[in-house]
């Protein structure tokens, strides 16, 4: 026997090494929880199977070993042949891989990566394939959401009504969506990769924007691409209303916002900027403004911007040592054309004549209307009272022309006052007051007319505002007090009734005339207040009055025009009369032929509801205004009240006689009762008295009324008293009265 050995120590050293590594990588196959890592035949029997496998398609190893793997295909993708076909690319290629639906198990699919490798051996020959697979279902919706994120976040770009461009760290545009291609005109071609905002901004507001910034930064800015951004790239936005001008050259006004884009790292990757169009919120700010400060009849700035273009003229004239003339203009008579015509003809008017003071001045003057038929007009520098004089002369001229309104032909007048700035007023208001006061005095001395403000009107001006500040504090200090003067029966002598006249005895002006105050009140809106109060106070004296004498008297109050605009008028009697048990036919309400020439129907309505309560209605002053017979007729008036200015002259003055005997006439006829104001002598007494006697024998004066149908009052019977006075002294003064009487008897 021949035996040979030799040493095989490393070679099977070498086969264990060998089997313990492809132990250790077949336990790592296995045990790999992320990747399905399984071998196939080359018919694709399953033959081996990991635990990725199983977590990913939910079979055991017992359950899917000796299986075709076809099984983890969909319906579909078997009765396609699409698992013979991907080993067919494997076995030839070697290598296949695609993202598709698989199916799970239970049924369920999912999105996965496969690999499919050819497994041969060393020479070449087809031992079966490898495949590995991976669940991919959660990215594939990750990628899904993304795209349809991306597809919205497009769309809205692409929808959007704002213009936006995206630019790189320096300025290059990258992208602008369609809105921005409309909004500039350009294409995005001929500014994508080439140029930078710059070009659709309009320069000198971009030099505007970097001297600000430098001013605000103290360190200079370039006037190019870092004026949109600076503020950008601190982390900032920038937000400002730019100007763009499109291809065309026009201009656009626009809002925009830039901010800075940011990569994962935090450094700035780009910016974007949106703007979008303003140019309707500009022109209905503008509509907004033009509204706010101008009138909109006429269409003339209103007392707002008269007030703002004043004050700069007072700036200019301070620094260039010159003067501003003020002019306020007011139609004279123009309520007529509204009560007669009403108010559309009158706004009419109001038109053609803003137009025509605007012809008479320069185009730097204002011509502003201040409301109603009152202007104003401002005139700046080089003007002089010779030129003001001009002006407001050419004014009055043109004005007076005729208006033609539909099938009317209208004439209206102007009364014209002018001030100076700084002779006539420091301010506004001041100067305004100076050229109302000069105003005033043009209509005073006959209208249609100017009148230039001098220091006599400043020293009225002052007194007026000072009593008007006066007249206020003594509402609130209650310093007023009634006087009441009687009113005497010329048949008995006995006391009929009592005229409640207003007294002030203000501490700081002394007694004041009521013809002062009581204008100032009506002008400065405060003859309602004192109204009441007067109506008010005299009812509730009379009463005391009558508690005392045991007999009713009638009490006159004085309504001014203002009172009767007050659509709670009536009410107001009423509650007045309920709370001082005053009875309505004791109450006699004195009015102005004014109100009556004036008449509204509302004034109609008023007169006709007092009447019914039992209020009687008087014309104060009769004969002195604008008289017409015919309103006598159409009014319920109880009393017409002769003014003491005719009764003044009697007897000697024949033309006042003959005017008294009419009105006492015309009492008679309409069944009116007449007094006469201001009796102050016996002869003036003796000739009403006789008068009436004779006259109710002619034939032209008609049938005697009773006597009780004429009275008299003046200082003849006794001056105005306070209520404790003619309480006193009522008794006596009757008795006095009655014996006066008799004697004419």
Known sequence: MIASFSDITERRSAELQARELDKRFRLIVENIADYGIFMLDPSGIVISWNLGAERIKGYSSAQIIGKHFSIFYTDEDRDDGKPARELKIASESNRFEEEGWRVRSDGSQFWANVVINAVRDDQGNLLGFAKVSRDLTERMRAEQALATANSLRLSILDASPFTIVTTDPEGIIQSMNPAAERLLGFSATELVGTATPSAFYDPHQIETRA?????????????????????????GVDENEWTFIRKDQSRIPVHGVVTALRDATGSISGFLGIAYDVTERKRREEYTRHVAHHDYLTALPNRTLLHDRMERAFQRARRDDAC????????DHFKRINDSLGHHVGDEVLKVIAQRILSCVRGSDTVARMGGDEFAVVMESAVGDDGAERVAAEIIERVSRPVYVGSHSLQVTASIGISRYPEDGANMQQLLMSADSAMYRAKSEGRKAYRLFSREMAHEARTKMVMEGALRQAIANNEFRMHYQPQISLSTGDIVGVEALLRWDSPLLGAIPPDQFIPLAEESDLIEVIGDWVLTTACREVRILERRIGHSVRVAVNLS??????????????TVLRDTGMLPCNLELEITEGVLMAHTSQTQSQLSE????GVKIAIDDFGVGFSSLSYITQFPISTLKIDRSFVNHLPGAAADAAVTEAIMALGRSLGINVVAEGVETLAQLEFLRTRQIDAAQGPLIGTPAVAEHFSVQGFHFGEAISIESLTAEFDAMQRDSRKRIAILH
């Open 324 to 331: 501003v003339t003020t002019m306020m203009i007011d139609l």
């Open 561 to 574: 025009a203002r009172q009767f605009r007050q659509i709670n008028l009536v009410d107001r009697i009423k």
């Open 610 to 613: 007092l009447r019914e309560l």
């Open 211 to 235: 001297a600000e910034l430098s001013a605000e930064l103290g360190k200079p800015i370039a006037a190019g691409f870092e004026v949109f951004v600076h503020k950008a790239r601190s982390g």
